[in-house]
């Protein structure tokens, strides 16, 4: 198999434009320094696809723009909403100058981040494969996107170890049943959405927060929601599997 490093580098070196996609919700953590330094490294124009930016707040969305904007061009697409799509064609067409033949678009970023989605709703039809499940892209794929346009859509370009289980269920690339640790994943949910939202985590689970830890707010969850065992105590693991999905399905807004 050819390495993840190699296989970006070559897009890197190929593409005339790279887009750097990162999942809204976690700008920092999708964002990759050594991708980042390679497409400067190379002299390459390269646009940052804020994705997912249906599931945070536009107040946000804004927030996170204008910190990335020094480093360059900054675009919020909602894939699933089909926005921003009108605005990130014009930027790649702005961004470059060639003529005669397609201008080449090479597409990272982590895995499950939406490359294929973004890919597609530029595109207008499905042409790039995607699914829930990371890992889904296998290798590079030539996706033509009309008016010159030339996308190259890659696999998620940063293998994680285990001991990132918490990031893997974060941004989705382990679904419930593939975690080890499904509580400890549920209580870093319940800590983010908490400390982003905690009206709409309220309301979405019908429950009332005080000061509980995260561990109180999953029993609190697993209760209204009738997770119980035989004796009456809370299904722990139950209702960590029931946050997980409903936090990867991206029905828990921040
Ligand atoms: N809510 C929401 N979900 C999205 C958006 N874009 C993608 N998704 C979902 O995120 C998941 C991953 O999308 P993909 O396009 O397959 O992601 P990818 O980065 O190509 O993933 P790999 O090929 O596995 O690296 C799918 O379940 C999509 O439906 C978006 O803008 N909003
Ligand atoms: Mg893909």
Known sequence: MVSYKALVKNVIKKADILLEVIDARFPEETRNSEVEREIIRLNKPFIIVINKSDLISRE???????????????????????????????????????????????????????????????????????????????????????????????????????????????????????????????????????DENKAAFESFYNVKIEDENSYDVLELIGKQCNFLQKKGEVDETRTATKIINDWQNGLLLI
């Open 60 to 194: 946000k969305l804004e927030k996170t723009k204008s910190r990335l904007s020094k480093i360059a061009p900054v675009i919020f697409v909602s894939s699933k909403d089909r926005s921003g799509t009108t605005m990130l064609r014009h930027q790649i067409l702005a961004s470059v100058s060639i003529k005669g033949r397609n201008i080449l678009v090479g597409t990272l970023g982590y895995p499950n981040v939406g490359k294929s989605s973004v890919i597609n709703s530029v595109t207008g039809r499905r042409r790039a494969s995607t699914s829930p499940i990371s890992g889904h892209t296998k290798g590079i794929q030539h996706v033509d996107a009309g008016s010159g346009i030339m996308f190259i859509d890659t696999p998620g370009v940063i293998p994680f170890d285990e001991k990132d289980e918490y990031l893997q269920g974060l941004l989705g690339i382990k679904d419930a049943t593939h975690l080890k640790d499904q509580i400890g994943v549920a209580m870093k949910i319940i800590e983010k959405v908490l």
